[in-house]
C-alpha cells in the first residue's frame, strides 16, 4: 500500500506537469486534457468529436511528445482499406539467395497513439479492422499474428457537422470506446490567447514527463484504488436509471430514450473513476470521481428515441438531468 500511495502521488505530481507542458503550445481545453489522460491511464480508448479547427490532432500529437510516445495519423477516406492501417505481406527477393519469400510491412497502427482523424468518413470494413486492434492489441495477417506495441492508445475523431457520405459507426462499436470527449470553443480570453501564440514565430521545447514504462506501471496502479461499495452502487444507480423499461426509471428517461446504456458504461465509470483519483491525488474513488465522468462516458451510449430528436433533447441534457436525480450514495 505505501508504494501504491506513492505512485498516486507520482501521477499527481506527473499530471501537474503534463499540463504545464502541453500547455507551451495548447491554450485551454483543461477537460479535454484531463479526460485523455484518464482515458490513457486507464489502458483504454477515446471518442473525440468538435468542429473542424479546434486543435484535436495538434493536442493529441503534443501529448504523445510529453509522454515520449511514437505517435501515427491516420487520415480516414472512402478508399482507406484495412490493409492501410494494419500493414500486408510483400513479396520480397533475398539478393544473397535469390529465393522470394512475404515479408510483413508494417502499417501505422503499430504505434503507441493513433489519431483516427474522422472515422466515420471509411466503410465498415475498414472501421472493423482499427476497432478490432483496439481490442485484441493485435494485428493479424496471413497465418501470423504481431502483438502491437504498449501503451497502445487509439483516439478517434468525428466533425458532427457533415454527415453527408459518413459511416456512422454503430453503437455496438461506439461502446468501445471509453470516453466520449467532447472539444468545445475557448471562451473570449482563450480565443484572444490563441490568436497572439499562433500568429508569430515559435518554438516550443517540450519535455517529455512519463514514458512508456512507467505509463504501464501507472496503469496497472489505476486497477489496485480502491472502491467503496456506495460508489459502486451510485455508478449502478446511474447507468439502470439510462434503460426506459427498468423499474423506477425517471419519466423523462421513458420519454426520450430508446435504449440505455450496457454494463461496460458501469465499468468504464469505476475505471475512470479511479484514474481521475490517481490525477487528482487520492488514492480511492469518490463519487465525485463518477459524477464527473457521467458526461463523456454516458453520451454516445445513448440512443434517443423520435420524441427527443422532434423535442431536440440531447443525450448530454439526459444525462445532467439523471445526475439532478440520482443522490450521491453515503458510505454507509
Known amino acids: 500500500m505505501p508504494d501504491d500511495i506513492k505512485a498516486a502521488e507520482k501521477l499527481a505530481e506527473a499530471t501537474t506537469k503534463l499540463k504545464e507542458e502541453v500547455g507551451k503550445v495548447i491554450v485551454g481545453q483543461f477537460d479535454v486534457i484531463e479526460q485523455l489522460l484518464i482515458t490513457l491511464f486507464?489502458?483504454?480508448?477515446?471518442?473525440?468529436?468538435?468542429?473542424?479547427?479546434?486543435?484535436?490532432?495538434?493536442?493529441?500529437?503534443?501529448?504523445?511528445?510529453?509522454?515520449?510516445?511514437?505517435?501515427?495519423?491516420?487520415?480516414?477516406?472512402?478508399?482507406?482499406?484495412?490493409?492501410?492501417?494494419?500493414?500486408?505481406?510483400?513479396?520480397?527477393?533475398d539478393p544473397n539467395t535469390n529465393r522470394r519469400e512475404f515479408v510483413f510491412s508494417r502499417g501505422p497502427i503499430f504505434a503507441n497513439m493513433i489519431l483516427a482523424d474522422e472515422i466515420n468518413r471509411t466503410p465498415p470494413k475498414t472501421q472493423a479492422a482499427l476497432l478490432e486492434s483496439m481490442q485484441e492489441r493485435q494485428v493479424t495477417a496471413g497465418r501470423h499474428t504481431y502483438q502491437l506495441d504498449r501503451p497502445f492508445f487509439v483516439l478517434a475523431t468525428q466533425n458532427p457537422i457533415?454527415?453527408?457520405?459518413?459511416?456512422?459507426?454503430?453503437?455496438?462499436?461506439?461502446?468501445?470506446?471509453?470516453?466520449?470527449?467532447?472539444?468545445?470553443?475557448?471562451d473570449a480570453e482563450q480565443e484572444l490567447a490563441i490568436y497572439k501564440a499562433t500568429t508569430v514565430a515559435q518554438a516550443h521545447e517540450i519535455r517529455p514527463i512519463l514514458n512508456a514504462r512507467e505509463i504501464i506501471d501507472l496503469q496497472q496502479t489505476v486497477l489496485r484504488v480502491p472502491v467503496g461499495d456506495h460508489v459502486y452502487r451510485y455508478a449502478l444507480e446511474l447507468v439502470r436509471k439510462t434503460r426506459p423499461d427498468e423499474p423506477g426509471v425517471p419519466k423523462f428517461a421513458q420519454d426520450w430514450l430508446e435504449l440505455g446504456a450496457g454494463p461496460r458504461a458501469g465499468q468504464n465509470l469505476i475505471l475512470g473513476a479511479k484514474a481521475r483519483a490517481l490525477i487528482h491525488g487520492r488514492f480511492y474513488a469518490a463519487c465525485e470521481d463518477v459524477e464527473q465522468l457521467a458526461l463523456p462516458v454516458l453520451r454516445h451510449r445513448l440512443i434517443t428515441n423520435f420524441n427527443a430528436e422532434t423535442e431536440g433533447v440531447t443525450t448530454d441534457a439526459i444525462v445532467q438531468r439523471l445526475l439532478k436525480e440520482v443522490p450521491k450514495q453515503s458510505e454507509e
Not at 168 to 175: G, N, R, S, W
Request: no cysteine; charged share 20%; hydrophobic share 40%.
Open 42 to 93: 486507464s489502458n483504454a480508448h477515446g471518442f473525440m468529436v468538435g468542429v473542424p479547427g479546434l486543435a484535436k490532432t495538434l493536442i493529441v500529437s503534443t501529448l504523445a511528445r510529453v509522454l515520449h510516445l511514437s505517435f501515427k495519423r491516420i487520415q480516414f477516406t472512402p478508399d482507406l482499406m484495412p490493409s492501410d492501417i494494419t500493414g500486408t505481406d510483400i513479396m520480397q527477393e
Open 162 to 186: 457533415e454527415q453527408e457520405g459518413t459511416y456512422p459507426l454503430p453503437e455496438a462499436q461506439l461502446d468501445r470506446f471509453m470516453l466520449s470527449i467532447l472539444v468545445d470553443y475557448p
